[in-house]
């Protein structure tokens, strides 16, 4: 067998030619067989995810009235950072997220059992709510951040941008709900393996 760059004589197994350096076809096998082989010990060694039912985490937002929303951050926390990805999951904010959804769902019935009067109260309940909301859209991009950067790693970085939650309208109205559908996904898609 000669090289097809510089016609030099190669032996069988030569992965390049000694003389001009050009891959010859047996090491164009062997770099892709070796590219497989990796492919699956990283599939044998993928991050794990917890899987959840939509229809489940839906109900479970509705009828926890939106308590399920932090709950899913700070139970998602370690798992998102774990990911191959730049971008860390802030487990600070997202038990923030959940102290101060518990302190407004815990709040006593009476603004004045509080020492604050109706218009105060309701004044700083809003604001609160305001800032939940917040917290949750920006906890959900990050995670959706996350889930892309790792999925890039797999199937390409346009590729994860265009099918790892692409919506940012659904992003800010369903916030966690869609971002676990999109977690489904990836473990469909053996990008992430199913936590159990």
């Known amino acids: 067998m000669n090289c097809s760059g510089c016609g030099a004589p190669l032996d069988i197994n030569d992965e390049k030619c000694p003389y001009c350096g050009k891959i010859t076809p047996y090491g164009e096998r062997m770099f892709e067989e070796r590219k497989e082989q990796e492919k699956k010990k990283e ?3 993928l991050p794990k995810m917890k899987y959840a039912s939509i229809t489940a985490v839906a109900i479970l937002y509705v009828i ?3 308590i399920y929303s932090p709950y899913w951050c700070v139970s998602r926390a370690k798992s ?3 990911l191959y990805s730049e971008m860390k999951f802030p487990t600070w904010a997202a ?3 959940l102290v101060l ?3 407004v769902f815990l709040m006593p019935g009476s603004y004045s059992e509080m020492g604050l009067t109706e218009e105060t109260g309701s004044n700083i309940l809003g604001y609160l709510m305001l800032v939940l909301t917040g917290i949750s859209i920006l906890m959900s991009f990050c ?3 996350i889930l892309q950067q790792h999925a890039s790693r797999f199937i390409g970085l346009d590729a994860a941008a265009n ?3 692409p919506s940012i309208i659904m992003i800010v109205i369903c916030g ?3 971002v676990q559908y999109h977690v489904n996904k990836l473990i469909k898609m053996k990008i992430l393996a199913p936590k159990i």
Request: glycine share 8%; proline share 4%; no cysteine.
């Open 43 to 45: 599939a044998d060694n």
């Open 64 to 66: 926890t009235f939106g």
């Open 80 to 82: 998102l950072n774990e």
């Open 95 to 97: 038990w923030l997220y």
């Open 101 to 103: 959804a518990l302190g």
């Open 143 to 145: 995670a959706r951040k």
């Open 163 to 165: 099918s790892v939650a």
């Open 176 to 178: 966690p709900v869609y």
